[in-house]
Nanobody
Framework: QVQLVESGGGLVQAGGSLRLSCAAS????????MGWYRQAPGKQRELVAR???????NYADSVKGRFTISRDNAKNALYLQMNTLKPEDTAVYYC?????????WGQGTQVTVSS
């Protein structure tokens, strides 16, 4: 069983930066594909960025060039560096791990970007 805990959210002005972290319990961290998702009020949850167990990354078009996903297998941690934040980035951000048919979600962390 994997437990995920996000941190690093908060209130920031447009143009600012935040770094989200996702700490994972459990073993075999390196086998998981990982991702960051977000859900704004009244909207569906959407993929923000994803990193495979092999380190390949992909991003939503809306965040390309501004956000960077990374992982540290030695620390059992996943990160999302968010730069040049916009009000439309406001949402609850969730980390997700998956391997085969197993998936795990964190509880979410709120990111609010003021204009």
């Amino acid at each position: 069983q994997v437990q995920l805990v996000e941190s690093g959210g908060g209130l920031v002005q447009a143009g600012g930066s935040l770094r989200l972290s996702c700490a994972a319990s459990g073993s075999r961290f390196s086998i998981y594909n990982m991702g960051w998702y977000r859900q704004a009020p009244g909207k569906q949850r959407e993929l923000v960025a994803r990193i495979t167990s092999g380190g390949r990354t992909n991003y939503a078009d809306s965040v390309k060039g501004r956000f960077t996903i990374s992982r540290d297998n030695a620390k059992n941690a996943l990160y999302l560096q968010m730069n040049t934040l916009k009000p439309e980035d406001t949402a609850v951000y969730y980390c997700r791990f998956d391997f085969g048919r197993s998936e795990y979600w964190g509880q979410g962390t709120q990111v609010t970007v003021s204009s």
